[in-house]
Structures are given as C-alpha cells and as structure tokens.
C-alpha cells in the first residue's frame, strides 16, 4: 500500500496578462468602448467589472486542472455544476495489476500525525481492504464489482475544467473555513497557483486558515 500526499497540476499554459486584455476585449463590447483601450487598461478595467459584479465576462475563459485527491473530496468537486470532468475508473482500473504497482495507493487524512493511535487505526483499516480486494481479483471477481470495497481514501486523479467564474465559485465554496479539511487543502494549492498567475480576478478571494 503507498500512501502520498494530494496534489495539482495546472494543465494550461497560462499567460495572465493575455487573459485579462482578452477578457476586456469581450468586456468593452458590452459598453461600446473599445476605443479606451490601452497597454496598460485591462487590469483597471477588469477589475471594476469584477466588482459591478458583472461576472459574465469572465466566463470566455476558461483553465483545465489536474487534481491528486481521494475519492471522497473528488465527490464534492464533481458537484460544480457548470465543469467539465475526467476521472480515474474504479470500474475499469484494476489495482492488482503492475501498472498500478500491485497495490492501493491512498490519500494521506490530514487530521492524523504519523504514528498517532488514529492514523495507525486508519493505516491498518486500509491495509485489510487491500488484502481483501487483491483476494476478490484472484479468485475472479472482475475490478467493478470488487471496487465496492474500495475506501473514500482511495487516490483518483481528475481533471476539472471550468470558466473563470465558476472557478471563482468554487474557490468561495471550498476554500472558505467551513469547508472539509481534505477539501479545502486542495482548492488552496489551485488558488494559490491562479493568484500567482492571473492578475486580478481572484485577488479578492483570501486564503483563510
């Protein structure tokens, strides 16, 4: 069994600065006003639009994420409505397989230190659904139906796509305090990566500890 910690990958080349002249392009359509447009305008014009609330706009753009969690938090993000997803099959995986190193690869809970009663509870209940499934597959049990065992712990991988602005919703919904642990630990690595990237659009939205 291999236990890691969750992780993003950013799949877009991603130039910010081009966005948001982009986004004021679209934006300046609406007033009639491209004739303001200069080198330097769009960040200034972008964000006024922003907060007239006159979100819109910014759904012409959109970003494609890569997300290392386990299949529970993956259960809340496919719950975005206004996204696109791809994501690892239980159904056609098979886990007992060499590509897969012939075992369960699991999300580390971030509640529990290493060695703590908890974590070691945890451990152990994970270890006996791995032995449990790679028995199921031996004896013939096809990966669909010996995946009704499989744990929320389970790594997946999923790719997220979405416009900027249900981006923007997502990053209230799940990087806020009351959001899940597992949850919010995610949706802060991919905040975190957009504000260092794009300017502007996601400025007003706080990483809260």
Same mark, same amino acid.
């Given at each position: 069994?291999?236990? !890691? ?9 991603? /130039? ?10 679209? #934006? ?24 007239? #609330?006159?979100?819109?706009? %910014? ?17 809340? %993000?496919?719950?975005?409505?206004? $996204? ?7 159904? *056609? ?12 690869? &699991? ?7 290493? #060695?703590?009663?908890? *974590? @070691?509870?945890?451990? /152990?209940? !994970? ?7 790679? @028995? ?7 990966? @669909? ?6 744990? /929320? ?25 009351? $959001? ?5 630990? &995610? ?8 504000? @260092?990237? !794009? ?11």
């Amino acid at each position: 069994m291999k236990v !890691i910690q969750p992780s993003i990958e950013v799949l877009d080349q991603i /130039n910010g600065d081009e966005i948001l002249k982009k986004i004021e392009l679209i #934006g300046r359509v609406c007033y009639k006003s491209e004739d303001k447009i200069t080198t330097d305008s769009a960040k200034t014009f972008v964000s006024k639009i922003l907060k007239s #609330g006159h979100e819109s706009v %910014i759904e012409h753009e959109k970003i494609s994420v890569r997300i290392i969690c386990d299949r529970g938090v993956s259960h809340e %993000i496919v719950r975005h409505r206004i $996204a696109s997803f791809s994501q690892e099959s239980t159904r *056609y995986c098979n886990y007992s397989k060499d590509k897969f190193g012939n075992e369960l690869t &699991v999300i580390k809970p971030l509640f529990w230190d290493d #060695g703590s009663d908890e *974590y @070691q509870l945890w451990y /152990n209940t !994970i270890k006996k659904i791995e032995e449990t499934y790679n @028995q199921m597959i031996s004896i013939g049990i096809k990966p @669909q139906e010996a995946r009704s065992i499989l744990p /929320n712990s389970l790594k997946t991988e999923i790719v997220v796509t979405m416009n900027l602005r249900e981006w923007r919703h997502f990053f209230a919904l799940r990087t806020a305090k009351r $959001a899940h642990p597992q949850m919010k630990e &995610v949706a802060d690595m991919i905040l975190d990566e957009f504000k @260092q990237k !794009i300017p502007i659009i996601f400025d007003d939205i706080l990483l809260e500890d």
